[in-house]
């Protein structure tokens, strides 16, 4: 029996791209199982007719790579698949999913063709490590592909997929001025800790969903990090896939902090470790946050790559690595006992990532002060329509704002963000968002 699909924000932006009249072949990007193939199959209940081609599972029943080898002809192509899988491919009534496409470099090179020579048929095509494929292609598709991309579960969808979905909608009207009641709050905050733990990969948000226990959401993250772990041997034939544990493992023990290339390993050199940084980046399983002077838009102009923290896609991720209490994080809603609030710090990234626009890839910053023996540091940095805003996080709901005051006094920008345990509120020139609200920064913000 399947599963209940559990509604993502994504959604919304397939079913525009469905209905768009002048539409292009695209490309659903992210990493492993945060739930691609289930929301191409969702929305392909809408058509007629649904042909699903799977190019590692495919290929060895009916040798449908050869479809794509033998040329880029995309009727000749659709004709040949409507055989092969016996079902019909008709324009404006068929979906045609081309799921772990990286497995045929063909597949992807031909999505051009099906944007310049059959445009009214509806092409969606995906991929697990389907950024290892694409650097194969280095001009691949300008122009002719439209790339969406998908991260796990934010806390605004873990709230509707665990039947919370007032309390998200709560959340979307909510700011600074308009604090919730201290039992909302308070409410909030358990949902918050408890999707800290579980994170959002779909498999432990469905379990959750579904009635199933804590321990139950812990097995599946133990499962779930298996298959990542055996996927490191498919990443790149000269690195060792032991590397990539030791380096997925020290971004983690790193989290909240910068990057230190000799933190990892003595063995390992410091080219040794940044190959296999950009291999867990391209998996989608690390995120950078870079340095940036801040001193003007684009922020990108300013950043330096050589400082930068890492964070990995997924809290729940995190805490089964780290073995954390979980009794004593549910008892409490203060969490600067954990590793010094890494955990706060992670969470509020990925929902930075999540809840920007899915049609690019994102960039996060943060800035410290340049110069010899200061301290100064600020989480993230963020553009907020025309303005800079620094982000701090706080795991509780106390902590100096030192760094937050000077970069704002060196700067001269307007405002600061503080996102903390406690509720919504102002103080000076600082906004307080709560943590669970970080999704809302920038949203309607002056």
Request: some cysteine; overall charge neutral; aromatic content about 12%.
């Amino acid at each position: 029996m399947d599963k209940k699909y559990l509604k993502r924000s994504i959604d919304s932006g397939l079913q525009e791209w469905k209905d768009s009249r002048i539409r292009k072949p695209l490309l659903l990007r992210g990493a492993r199982q945060v739930g691609k193939s289930s929301t191409v199959r969702e929305l392909g209940k809408q058509f007629e007719s649904f042909v699903e081609v799977n190019f590692e599972k495919d290929d060895l029943l009916y040798g449908v790579n050869t479809v794509f080898e033998r040329g880029s002809n995309p009727k000749r192509i659709c004709d040949e698949l409507s055989l092969i899988y016996g079902k019909p491919i008709i324009p404006g009534r068929t979906l045609l999913f081309l799921d772990e496409v990286q497995s045929c470099i063909p597949a992807i090179s031909s999505l051009r063709y099906f944007y310049e020579e059959y445009p009214e048929l509806h092409v969606i095509a995906a991929g697990s490590l389907l950024e290892f494929a694409l650097q194969e292609i280095p001009s691949f598709g300008v122009g002719r592909i439209r790339s969406m991309f998908m991260y796990p579960f934010s806390f605004d969808e873990y709230l509707h997929a665990t039947g919370s979905g007032l309390l998200a909608d709560a959340l979307q009207k909510a700011s600074p001025e308009k604090p919730f009641s201290e039992t909302v709050h308070n409410r909030f905050l358990q949902e918050l800790v408890r999707f800290m733990l579980t994170g959002g990969m779909p498999e432990v948000v469905s379990t959750y969903a579904g009635g199933g226990s804590l321990l139950e959401c812990q097995q599946a993250l133990d499962d779930l990090m298996l298959s990542f772990y055996a996927d490191f041997s498919k990443y790149k034939e000269r690195v060792p896939a032991s590397r990539l544990r030791e380096i997925f493992a020290s971004v983690v023990h790193q989290t909240g902090g910068k990057f230190t290339y000799s933190k990892v390993s003595p063995s390992l050199t410091r080219l040794q470790v940044k190959e296999s940084l950009e291999l867990l980046e391209l998996a989608g399983l690390i995120y950078p946050v870079t340095h940036t002077s801040a001193n003007g838009l684009p922020l990108a102009a300013e950043m330096n790559a050589k400082y930068r923290k890492f964070l990995i896609f997924d809290t729940g991720i995190y805490q089964r690595f780290l073995r954390l209490d979980l009794g004593q994080l549910l008892a409490s809603d203060r969490l600067e006992q954990v590793n010094k609030g890494a955990l706060a710090e992670l969470f509020a990234g990925l929902e930075l990532l999540k809840s920007a626009p899915g049609n690019f890839p994102q960039q996060l910053y943060y800035w410290q002060r340049e110069k010899s023996g200061s301290s100064a540091e600020v989480d993230y940095v963020v553009q907020c329509n025309a303005d800079i805003v620094p982000v701090e996080v706080k795991s509780g709901t106390k902590g100096s704002l030192q760094s937050m005051f000077q970069f704002l006094s060196e700067k001269k920008y307007e405002y600061g963000i503080r996102c903390s345990m406690e509720n919504f509120g102002d103080y000076r020139n600082i906004k307080i968002y709560p943590l669970y609200a970080v999704s809302r920064i920038g949203k309607g913000e002056s």
